[in-house]
C-alpha cells in the first residue's frame, strides 16, 4: 500500500462552464461570479493540501455571436491569466436544436456548444499525473464524462505505486437539481457559505448590460 504522503500537493482544474450552470441552479447566480483562485485556495486549506497550481478551462462565444460572453470570458481569462492561472478556451460550436413544446408545436434555435473541453481537462489530468506533478487533482466540475479519467488515474497510481487523489468539488444546495460529484472521486459540496466567500470582486460584464 502507498504511504499517503504528508504534503499533498494540489493542481486545481476548473470546468468554467460546469461550474457556472452548477452555481445558478444552486445559488441563482446568473453569470459567473466565482473566483477560481479562492474556491481552491478555500478547498484546499480546508482538507489541509497544498496548492501548487490552477487551470482552467472554458468555450467561448465569438463576437459576432454573442458580444456579452465574450466580452465577459475574454475580460475575465484575462485576468486569471494575470494571477499565474494556466487558461485554456475553445470558440462554442453552434448547431440548430429542435425542441417539442407543450402545444404540440416544433421549435428550432441556434445553439452554441462545447467541444473538446472535458477532453482537454481529461488529457491534462493525465498527463499530470504520469509526470508526477501533483498528488491530488482537485475538478471543480460535475461532468461524468470525467469518470474515465478518474479511473485511469487509479490505474497511474497502481503502475507508479503511489498514493494519488481524485476529487470533485461543487455547488450544492437545496435548489441544486444535481448534487453528485464525478464517479469515482472524492466528492466535495461546497455550500452557499463557501462559495459567497470566493466571490470576483470584478465584474466582467459589460457595463451596460450590469443590474
Known amino acids: 500500500m502507498p504511504a499517503e504522503p504528508a504534503a499533498?500537493?494540489?493542481v486545481a482544474f476548473f470546468d468554467g462552464q460546469n461550474l457556472f450552470h452548477a452555481a445558478r441552479g444552486a445559488f441563482g447566480y446568473s453569470w459567473p461570479n466565482y473566483n477560481p483562485v479562492a474556491l481552491a485556495r478555500s478547498v484546499c486549506a480546508d482538507k489541509g493540501w497544498h496548492l501548487i497550481a490552477v487551470?482552467?478551462?472554458t468555450g467561448i462565444p465569438d463576437a459576432a455571436d454573442n458580444a456579452f460572453w465574450h466580452h465577459f470570458w475574454t475580460h475575465k481569462l484575462a485576468m486569471l491569466g494575470r494571477q499565474n492561472v494556466h487558461v485554456y478556451s475553445r470558440s462554442l460550436r453552434y448547431r440548430n436544436k429542435r425542441v417539442r413544446l407543450p402545444d404540440g408545436t416544433a421549435h428550432t434555435f441556434l445553439t452554441?456548444?462545447?467541444k473538446g473541453v472535458d477532453v482537454?481537462?481529461?488529457?491534462?489530468?493525465?498527463?499530470m499525473a504520469h509526470r508526477r506533478a501533483y498528488d491530488v487533482?482537485?475538478?471543480?466540475s460535475q461532468d461524468q464524462d470525467l469518470s474515465e479519467a478518474a479511473k485511469e488515474i487509479r490505474e497511474i497510481a497502481y503502475e507508479q505505486n503511489r498514493w494519488i487523489k481524485?476529487?470533485?468539488a461543487f455547488p450544492v444546495s437545496p435548489a441544486a437539481g444535481n448534487r453528485r460529484g464525478i464517479n469515482g472521486t472524492d466528492w466535495i459540496p461546497m455550500r452557499r457559505g463557501t462559495y459567497?466567500?470566493?466571490?470576483?470582486p470584478r465584474d466582467y460584464r459589460p457595463k451596460?448590460?450590469?443590474r
Request: proline content about 0%; overall charge neutral; aromatic content about 10%.
Open 55 to 57: 487551470r482552467f478551462y
Open 208 to 210: 451596460g448590460s450590469r
Open 8 to 10: 499533498k500537493h494540489t
Open 112 to 114: 452554441g456548444e462545447e
Open 166 to 168: 481524485v476529487a470533485s
Open 120 to 127: 482537454r481537462i481529461a488529457l491534462d489530468v493525465i498527463r
Open 196 to 200: 459567497d466567500t470566493c466571490l470576483d
Open 137 to 140: 487533482a482537485l475538478v471543480f
